[in-house]
């Protein structure tokens, strides 16, 4: 048992472990802290939960950072279908939050089958584009299916955040995958008609652009108190527990929990934190750039973008430089789905 330990621990990045871990620690913090401010008795029950998702992440990614690539991919295209087939359910017994379908309730949880579709579909289509990379157009052919099928079925709900940021993944594997520009570019054209058809379509997204093109056409409470909780923090913040507009902005401990630590750890905080995310960006793509393997490559860059957009929209949101999104800050906030 200690020489498979040792070895595993010879064989991972370190670096981005611990970053890993350090995230997950911030996150109980300022979930922690958020939820007691907006839960009030409720807390503890929350509170629990968000440590109990802590821990079976912890325990997930040492579990499947001991399996192989073989392993894996079976493990993802397997749970990309069950994903999907969740997905569809969302539609027969899923309940609507916001105008949108996105939770279907089993065993007394809510879960968003589209935070556990990202990973899935990442791992399988690295695989089927590899695959038509070597020749075999089956691979080319499946893996635009489950992307077109994928897309429908978030648009549909409507996610409109989610939608996008799925097709920017997707398209960040077919850029490194080598596909031509004018693919890529057509790619693009479709993204804005999606993001046309959205905002013409669905009246959440309209409301939301408008609002943040014209800040005087619609309720602005939420953003106006997220940035006031930056100002109010200043450099060093007010001190762990001390906020108070956390307890006024909406899903304060998930779409905002970036402006918790904003105003209770301060400025220079963030800049750590969101430094901190730079580092395992980086870092994944340097250790993967000298493997120089097309599947490898593929699937990282995948899943560096999952971690990466989310994270910029999240934060850019919360400082207003985006319209608001209701998406979570990976590792940091509250959620089960989204931090499993």
């Not at 503890?44 to 802590?54: A, E, N, Q, S």
């Not at 950072?65 to 073989?70: D, G, L, R, T």
């Amino acid at each position: 048992m200690y020489n498979i330990f040792y070895n595993w621990w010879k064989q991972i990045d370190k670096l981005i472990f611990f970053l890993s871990i350090i995230l997950l620690c911030i996150g109980i913090i300022l979930s922690l802290t958020g939820i007691t401010e907006i839960r009030g008795f409720e807390s503890t029950y929350f509170i629990k939960r968000h440590l109990i998702f802590v821990f079976i992440s912890i325990i997930l990614i040492v579990l499947i950072s001991f399996q192989n690539n073989k392993f894996i991919r079976r493990i993802s295209i397997i749970g990309l279908i069950i994903s999907l087939i969740l997905m569809c359910l969302v539609f027969l017994i899923g309940y609507e939050i916001n105008g949108s379908k996105r939770w279907v309730p089993i065993l007394g949880f809510s879960i968003q089958p589209s935070e556990f579709l990202k990973p899935f579909f990442v791992v399988a289509s690295a695989w089927f584009l590899t695959k038509g990379l070597e020749g075999r157009k089956y691979g080319f052919i499946i893996v635009f299916s489950l992307f077109i099928f994928s897309s429908c079925l978030l648009f549909l709900q409507p996610d409109f955040g989610m939608t996008i940021l799925f097709m920017l993944i997707f398209f960040s594997q077919l850029f490194v995958a080598g596909l031509s520009i004018i693919f890529v570019f057509g790619l693009i054209m479709v993204l804005l008609a999606v993001a046309v058809l959205s905002y013409f379509t669905i009246e959440n997204v309209r409301r939301r652009i408008d609002i943040f093109v014209d800040p005087s056409s619609g309720d602005t409470y939420q953003i106006e108190l997220s940035l006031e909780a930056f100002k109010s923090g200043g450099l060093t913040g007010k001190g762990l527990g001390q906020g108070t507009l956390k307890g006024k902005i909406p899903e304060a401990h998930t779409d905002f929990i970036f402006s918790v630590a904003g105003e209770e750890l301060g400025y220079i905080f963030c800049s750590i934190l969101i430094f901190i995310f730079l580092i395992i960006i980086i870092r994944s793509l340097l250790l993967i750039l000298k493997k120089r393997e097309a599947y490898s490559l593929i699937l990282v860059v995948g899943l560096v973008s999952i971690f990466g957009l989310q994270a910029l929209i999240n934060i850019a949101s919360a400082i207003g430089a985006s319209p608001t999104k209701g998406m979570t800050l990976p590792l940091i906030s509250y959620g089960g789905s989204s931090m499993i």
